[in-house]
């Protein structure tokens, strides 16, 4: 594409290729609208279909930054609309409660780079699958988003539906994704590349803070619940009381209970309609990595040295000043 250009009223500038190596499914990112996230180049096509997609009233959505807690979050909803015994809880999750713009992260070569029959045509993991699957959901319909509160679909903020927002510590999110993109994008670097990349915001998604934020300011809309991934690992069946009821959901004890055993970590990441391990992988050693790696919160003292903390404490102050957002702060 061109250097820089205006998609339906929002501007979209070629920003190369900021991984080291040639990722799986992608060969050029893009710096999308205000918010600068970053997005694959694909999603030029695909933003206008997005932008204007139809908003449901009694719709349910779950966005996040990747790696927040987005899966887990996922199941958990969806299991208070449904029997998590019943047939349709074997359907894969990407069936089930869709990511809205994965469509935008696959080459539309793909399915001509893949072994001939490996992969059914209807698969979401093919370029135009998920959205045919979106606009075919039944109501009351599930729907995933990593998107920006500014990309998301216009309609969204006038319709509003209910909207869980998920946040996770940024440490722990930067070593989950640094393990998530050698799984799915092939990413070859070193950790303390990763972590540059992360920091200075040129990964797909990021930027971080900037997500956060823009729901951190709206979170007490009564058509917005903002969770901590930490606040779910401590106590989940709060968790699945406090989404029950702003959902409208009764919920008693047994039901509760039995959501947190079905949305325990040993149970969705031995679950393969609701751990994501469907997701194509990239073709390296790396891609017995699983999707579900750990869920743990601190995970990060295992991974960051005292330099990363040091510039993680200096990317936080300087995104948080003047902000009122009271998390992640403890250097």
Known sequence: MEKSKIVHGVRMESIGMPLQDKAFFADEYLDVGPGKQVMVRFFEDWYPKYATFPVLSDDVW?????????????????????????????????????????????????????????????????????????QNLKSPRFIKSHLVKDLLPEQLWKVNPKIIYVIRDPRDVCVSYYFHNRKILGY?????????????????????????????????????????????KQDLGSAVRQVAKFLGKEVDDAKVSEIVHHCSFSQMSANPAANNETFLTAPTEDSKIRFMRKGEVGDWKNHLSEAHLKAFKEWTAKNLKGSDFPYYQDY
């Not at 996922?74 to 029997?83: A, G, K, S, T």
């Open 62 to 134: 779950v966005v996040t930054y990747p790696k927040a807690g987005t899966t887990w979050t996922q199941e958990l909803v969806w299991c208070l609309y449904n029997d998590p015994d019943a047939p349709e809880s074997k359907q894969p999750l990407t069936r089930r409660f869709p990511f809205l713009e994965f469509d935008s992260l696959l080459d539309p070569r793909l399915p001509d780079m893949l072994p001939p029959g490996s992969v059914a045509s209807d698969d979401p993991m093919l370029p135009g699958n998920t959205w045919k699957i979106v």
């Open 188 to 232: 070859k670097g070193t950790f303390d590349s990763f972590v540059d990349l992360f920091l200075d915001e040129k990964l797909i998604f990021c930027p971080l803070w900037k997500h956060y934020l823009d729901f951190w300011k709206i979170r007490d809309q009564p058509n917005i619940l903002f969770l901590r991934f930490e606040d779910m």
